[in-house]
């Protein structure tokens, strides 16, 4: 029998590990960014109408440059081609969400190892987890300033949510204050290793279903490297999923655990994954980016109504890193 986790979003996610089947005529929203001090009242509206009646939404003219997106993918599979070796010296510290891992995420929904690997960056904690500049020039530098423009757009999407909550504009962003020294935002880097192509998904996928334990993520797809797929928290239960296409040129968010919580689940967090490869399909390696917009460790997050318990941000992310990392670190509820 499976012991229960201590948290209501981890017992969930436990149910998603179905197929299910696919929902492509789902229409995804994109909002448009663009003059986002003089147009906020209107594009408050459609994210609030998209994160709550759709689920999940892609913005465009977010003010990151193509080319500081196109670099920040380059400058992370110089990273990736570094040797196990030299990768293996920068490894994600047990119970922590910063540094090198390699095939260690084991989803809830699915008790196998997503295929991947990744680099976690969150600024604080990085102390002896950087490649060298012999080894990687600049690596450092660029990852930190591609971070700073992503908490930017992440905090503009989360003013306009603390406005339809009640809350302060700035609630959120003195929630995520990164001159803090409990600062838990976090940049990831993500390369899913080259496949065979499969005729039916099976027990291993790229990335099993989940939700994800931040507020916000804001998700960096590369041109063609598809898989990705999503389905509103409000139809988990229904199992229909919608294939995201690789778009280079807008960023697909969702909401996270954090923000349901925070707003007594007027805001619902979304079911996500990636699929391996059918047939025909490319079957190589395939890189994304992810901004994960985590409150501070300090923050107490409470809804309006009370809905949950109050907790930590920081025990509610320990709880969440424990729950994907149980044999890795080798403990467990």
Same mark, same amino acid.
């Given at each position: 029998?499976?012991?229960?986790?201590?948290?209501?979003?981890?017992?969930?996610?436990?149910?998603?590990?179905?197929?299910?089947?696919?929902?492509?005529?789902?229409?995804?929203?994109?909002?448009?960014?663009?003059?986002?001090?003089?147009?906020?009242?209107?594009?408050?509206?459609?994210?609030?109408?998209?994160?709550?009646?759709?689920?999940?939404?892609?913005?465009?003219?977010?003010?990151?440059?193509?080319?500081?997106?196109?670099?920040?993918?380059?400058?992370?599979?110089?990273?990736?081609?570094?040797?196990?070796?030299?990768?293996?010296?920068?490894?994600?510290?047990?119970?922590?969400?910063?540094?090198?891992?390699?095939?260690?995420?084991?989803?809830?929904?699915?008790?196998?190892?997503?295929?991947?690997?990744?680099?976690?960056?969150?600024?604080?904690?990085?102390?002896?987890?950087?490649?060298?500049?012999?080894?990687?020039?600049?690596?450092?530098?660029?990852?930190?300033?591609?971070?700073?423009?992503?908490?930017?757009?992440?905090?503009?999407?989360?003013?306009?949510?603390?406005?339809?909550?009640?809350?302060?504009?700035?609630?959120?962003?003195?929630?995520?204050?990164?001159?803090?020294?409990?600062?838990?935002?976090?940049?990831?880097?993500?390369? $899913?290793?080259?496949?065979?192509?499969?005729?039916?998904?099976?027990?291993?996928?790229?990335?099993?279903?989940?939700?994800?334990?931040?507020?916000?993520?804001?998700?960096?797809?590369?041109?063609?490297?598809?898989?990705?797929?999503?389905?509103?928290?409000?139809?988990?239960?229904?199992?229909?999923?919608?294939?995201?296409?690789?778009?280079?040129?807008?960023?697909?968010?969702?909401?996270?655990?954090?923000?349901?919580?925070?707003?007594?689940?007027?805001?619902?967090?979304?079911?996500?994954?990636?699929?391996?490869?059918?047939?025909?399909? $490319?079957?190589?390696?395939?890189?994304?980016?992810?901004?994960?917009?985590?409150?501070?460790?300090?923050?107490?997050?409470?809804?309006?109504?009370?809905? $949950?318990?109050?907790?930590?941000?920081?025990?509610?992310?320990?709880?969440?890193?424990?729950?994907?990392?149980?044999?890795?670190?080798?403990?467990? $509820?």
């Amino acid at each position: 029998m499976t012991t229960p986790y201590q948290l209501d979003e981890l017992n969930r996610e436990s149910t998603y590990g179905g197929v299910g089947e696919d929902a492509d005529e789902r229409e995804i929203p994109v909002i448009d960014f663009s003059d986002f001090t003089q147009r906020k009242a209107q594009i408050t509206e459609a994210l609030w109408h998209a994160a709550t009646e759709v689920g999940f939404f892609q913005i465009a003219n977010h003010g990151i440059s193509q080319q500081a997106i196109n670099n920040a993918f380059t400058t992370a599979e110089q990273f990736f081609a570094l040797s196990e070796e030299t990768k293996a010296q920068y490894p994600r510290p047990k119970g922590a969400n910063v540094g090198w891992e390699s095939l260690s995420q084991v989803r809830p929904s699915t008790g196998t190892p997503d295929q991947k690997e990744s680099y976690q960056i969150t600024r604080p904690f990085m102390q002896g987890l950087w490649p060298t500049e012999e080894e990687l020039p600049g690596f450092a530098t660029e990852m930190l300033d591609f971070e700073q423009q992503c908490w930017q757009v992440g905090m503009q999407v989360l003013s306009c949510f603390a406005d339809k909550l009640g809350f302060d504009t700035d609630f959120f962003t003195q929630a995520h204050d990164p001159a803090s020294g409990a600062y838990q935002s976090t940049l990831r880097l993500l390369h $899913y290793y080259p496949t065979t192509p499969v005729e039916e998904q099976g027990k291993l996928w790229r990335a099993g279903a989940h939700t994800d334990f931040d507020c916000l993520t804001l998700l960096f797809q590369h041109e063609g490297h598809g898989g990705l797929q999503v389905c509103p928290g409000k139809e988990a239960q229904e199992g229909r999923w919608t294939n995201v296409p690789p778009r280079g040129d807008v960023i697909t968010c969702n909401i996270g655990d954090m923000l349901q919580r925070w707003s007594d689940d007027a805001l619902q967090s979304n079911l996500h994954r990636v699929r391996m490869p059918k047939t025909g399909e $490319y079957t190589g390696s395939r890189q994304s980016i992810a901004f994960f917009c985590q409150a501070n460790k300090d923050k107490l997050i409470e809804g309006p109504a009370n809905k $949950y318990p109050p907790i930590t941000a920081e025990d509610f992310l320990n709880q969440r890193i424990q729950a994907n990392f149980t044999k890795a670190d080798g403990g467990g $509820y």
